[in-house]
């Protein structure tokens, strides 16, 4: 199957839903790929922190880096370029997953502040551009390479092509304005700076449309004259 095509078919299903376990079992698949710690920032980038596969393919290291150089507790996306969404600063929890897969990263592909953090298998292949840093250019993954890293984490967790990036992200936008109900002092405009979404409506409406098939899939599963 040709995964663009997938992708395609994926982004009209607006009512397509990924959970907790899918991701889960999306990370656990990277341990059997060539590049485990590379592919688990890919998905957790999408997952908990709501990137597009463009945005991911561009990400720099100084991106999540203090001026000091050191990991720091968000991403910053102030510099990147695209118009559809907003660039705007993502919080990450500190210790967190993502956090944790980010540092893996910095830790065993070295290089420089510019360099891209998610980098092509070109740049990993041999190490030696990373093991010394700012003796090459590390090559960028492609937007389209993103997504077929998630094509093939689909296959090897045996999961529906529907665990793409795309609503990987989708389910990041729902999980946060459903978790801002609950926040004190916190509402969706907060999500919609957080996403890059650019229409408090649409935000509105990808939320509700969540909610509604939820809706669908319980009566499904739990409605006794379905059985």
């Given amino acids: 199957m040709n995964p663009g095509r997938g992708a395609a ?72 370029p695209g118009r559809r969404l907003r660039a705007r600063k993502i919080p990450i929890a500190v210790r967190g997953r993502l956090w944790n897969a980010i540092n893996s990263v910095l830790t065993n592909a070295p290089g420089t502040p510019p360099d891209p953090l998610i980098i092509s298998e070109r740049a990993l292949d041999g190490g030696g551009a990373t093991r010394d840093p700012g003796s090459a ?32 992200r989708r389910r990041f936008i729902s999980e946060t304005a459903r978790r801002s109900r609950s926040v004190p002092g916190a509402n969706l405009r907060d999500v919609l700076a957080m996403t890059g979404q650019r229409s408090l409506d649409r ?25």
């Avoid at 935000?203 to 006794?224: G, N």
């Fill in 9 to 80: 078919r994926i982004r009209m299903k607006a009512d397509v839903l990924i959970d907790e376990r899918q991701i889960k079992a999306l990370v656990a698949a990277c341990l059997k790929t060539r590049y485990p710690e590379r592919n688990r920032l890919v998905v957790l980038l999408a997952s908990d922190a709501g990137l597009t596969p463009s945005e991911i393919a561009w990400l720099p290291r100084e991106a999540v880096l203090t001026d000091r150089g050191v990991l720091g507790d968000h991403i910053d996306l102030l510099g990147k």
């Fill in 137 to 168: 250019t590390l090559e960028r993954m492609r937007p389209t390479s993103i997504t077929y890293v998630f094509y093939k984490l689909c296959k090897i967790a045996d999961l529906p092509e529907t665990a793409a990036a795309t609503l990987a």
């Fill in 203 to 227: 935000l509105q409406r990808l939320v509700e449309a969540d909610f509604e098939a939820q809706t669908r899939i319980v009566r499904d599963l739990l409605d006794p004259a379905r059985s």
